[in-house]
């Protein structure tokens, strides 16, 4: 399909343990956002790359927190040493392109539902 | 706190009803996006409005914009049981991302 891709759907994992969370955003859209969503909640933003330019980090809530994206295309997340209040699902979502203001509509993935035992 | 806070936080209407949702923000904007998020699903975008238009359509929607009150509005017309979801609005308060509200969960029972 020609949307946005998240993987995986669903993860469960212990406390402690570190997750990677992934996303293929669309062909040619140079944004990528990432989002966490508590349950019933709004969007909480969490970090925000743009072509090649350094990653708008700001909404990362800890150092535990980081992500990447190679190429251009693909995004990982990764939190480490997971503690039960990371249980959220991670939304990515990407735009034709970025800026100030953000005037592209934003395409989501569906989501990866991270639960921390 | 939240740029955008919708309200009400849920509304259940009967099919065939409009639906109304608000939307209101605390700094000055460039855009006021909507966007439905079905159960377990992504968001999508439904429309874009900018500060310097007032109403904006798309189809069996309507959305209204008052910067002077730091307001919009989606009324959903003639309403269906796919609509049933929950609704945001996004706004740009400065920098390059969007800041979403909590959203309005709304439920049309057939």
């Known amino acids: 399909g020609a949307g946005v891709s998240q993987s995986p759907s669903n993860k469960v994992t212990e406390k402690g343990k570190d997750v990677e969370l992934r996303c293929d955003p669309i062909s040619g859209h140079t944004a990528l956002y990432w989002y966490r969503q508590s349950l019933g909640q709004g969007l909480e933003f969490l970090i925000y790359?743009?072509?090649?330019?350094?990653?708008?980090k700001s909404g990362l809530p800890s150092d535990r927190f980081s992500a990447e994206r190679t190429g251009g295309s693909v995004s990982t997340l990764t939190i480490q040493r997971t503690q039960q209040e990371d249980s959220a699902v991670y939304l990515c979502?990407?735009?034709?392109?970025?800026?100030?203001?953000?005037?592209?509509?934003?395409?989501f993935g569906d989501g990866t539902r991270l639960s921390i035992l | 706190s939240q740029q955008g806070e919708e309200d009400p936080q849920a509304l259940s209407i009967q099919e065939g009803e409009n639906a109304t949702m608000n939307c209101s923000y605390k700094?000055?904007?460039?855009?006021l996006q909507w966007y439905r998020q079905n159960s377990g699903r992504g968001l999508v975008h439904l429309i874009l409005i900018r500060s310097n238009e007032r109403e904006k359509h798309s189809g069996r929607l309507r959305v209204t914009l008052d910067t002077s009150k730091k307001s919009s509005s989606l009324l959903i017309t003639a309403s269906r049981a796919a609509d049933t979801a929950s609704y945001f609005c996004a706004t740009d308060p400065g920098a390059q991302k969007l800041v979403f509200g909590q959203g309005t969960r709304l439920t049309i029972n057939p």
């Open positions: 700094t000055s904007i460039n855009n």
């Open positions: 979502a990407s735009s034709l392109k970025g800026g100030a203001p953000p005037s592209q509509p934003q395409h």
């Open positions: 790359f743009q072509g090649n330019s350094a990653p708008d």
